[in-house]
Structure formats: structure tokens, C-alpha cells
């Protein structure tokens, strides 16, 4: 699977209208709508550019975007200033999330019946459930990828037991 993060500021360098035209679901925030928009914009031009699809068209089954040809399988996930995307030649599912460190987590561990013992194994267990999630019910999990960085936790699922994980990650410092 390869998995890119991307800051999600650099929607501000896409012009409007052109985001719009990735508009998937009706969104009334205006920072959660261009952000939905610019995931899906993203998800497009990897889709062309690195694997050189042509039918790029976007359907939903059971709620989860779906490439139309099935050429290849793909998962977004969105926290504080970035985007992540996932893509693979079988069914996948990723989450982001960004460390808070107000959150409760262990009273929402416990409600979760996750086991964490730390604020670090809470972010794997959650991120981990929100991936399975994307993954579909009643998809057999057969393969877990998680990395971190800066205060953000990512897991990547998928159901091929040999699948790969490449991390590409769009951070720039000090800026």
C-alpha cells in the first residue's frame, strides 16, 4: 500500500472552482468542506499521475468511495493539518489522528474496551479501529501498518497478508 500524507494547506494553492469539481457530499463548514474537497482532488491526481488511470470516476458502495473500474482500491482520512491517503490493489482502510493530549483517553479507552496502557497505545488502538472500520464489516483483517510522526499516529490496514507499506510524507519544518 502506498500511503501519502499530505498537508492540508496546500489546498490554498488550488484554485476554488477546480476544488469544488470534488465536492462528494454536502458539507455546511467551510474548512471541513475544503478539506473533503481537496482529499478528493488528491486522491484524483495520484490516481492519474503515479498510477496512470484513466477512468477516474468515484461511486459509493455501502458509504465507502470507490474507484468505478475497480483498478484500484483506496481509503481517506483527515486530522488537524493533514490528509492522508491510502492505495492499494485490494480493499484497504487508514486513519490519521492527531495526539491530544485534553482528550480522556482513557476513559474513552475503557468505554472502547480498548487495553491501552498509554496515551501512545491509545492512539495505535484507535486509529487501528477507525482503519478496520474503513476497511468494511466483515472484512477478514490480514495485515497492519502503523507509523508516527511529529504528534500524529497513522494505521494502515489491509486484507493481503503480503501487502507492502510505503510511507510518503509531505512535512516541511520550520515553516
Not at 455546511?28 to 503515479?50: A, G, P, Q, W
Not at 493539518?81 to 495526539?99: A, M, P, R
Not at 486509529?127 to 474503513?134: L, S
Not at 500524529?152 to 510511507?167: G, H, Q, W
Request: glycine residues 4%; negative net charge.
Amino acid at each position: 500500500m502506498d500511503i501519502f500524507v499530505i498537508r492540508i494547506e496546500d489546498a490554498n494553492n488550488v484554485n476554488e472552482d477546480l476544488l469544488e469539481e470534488f465536492q462528494k457530499k454536502e458539507i455546511s463548514n467551510e474548512k471541513k468542506r475544503k478539506t473533503h474537497c481537496f482529499s478528493y482532488f488528491m486522491v484524483d491526481r495520484i490516481l492519474r499521475e503515479v498510477y496512470k488511470i484513466e477512468n477516474r470516476e468515484i461511486i459509493f458502495k455501502e458509504n465507502k468511495p470507490v474507484l468505478k473500474s475497480g483498478e484500484k482500491h483506496f481509503s481517506i482520512s483527515h486530522s488537524g493539518e493533514y490528509t492522508v491517503l491510502g492505495f492499494s490493489d485490494c480493499n484497504c482502510g487508514i486513519d490519521i489522528e492527531k495526539v491530544n493530549n485534553k482528550r480522556d483517553w482513557k476513559a474513552i479507552a475503557e468505554r472502547m474496551d480498548f487495553k491501552s496502557q498509554s496515551e501512545e497505545e491509545f492512539y495505535k488502538d484507535w486509529t487501528k479501529y477507525e482503519a478496520e472500520y474503513k476497511l468494511g464489516n466483515g472484512v477478514k483483517l490480514e495485515n497492519v501498518y502503523q507509523a508516527s510522526f511529529d504528534n500524529y499516529c497513522i494505521t494502515a490496514v489491509s486484507k493481503n497478508p503480503e501487502e507492502k507499506f510505503d510511507l510518503y510524507l509531505d512535512i516541511k519544518k520550520g515553516t
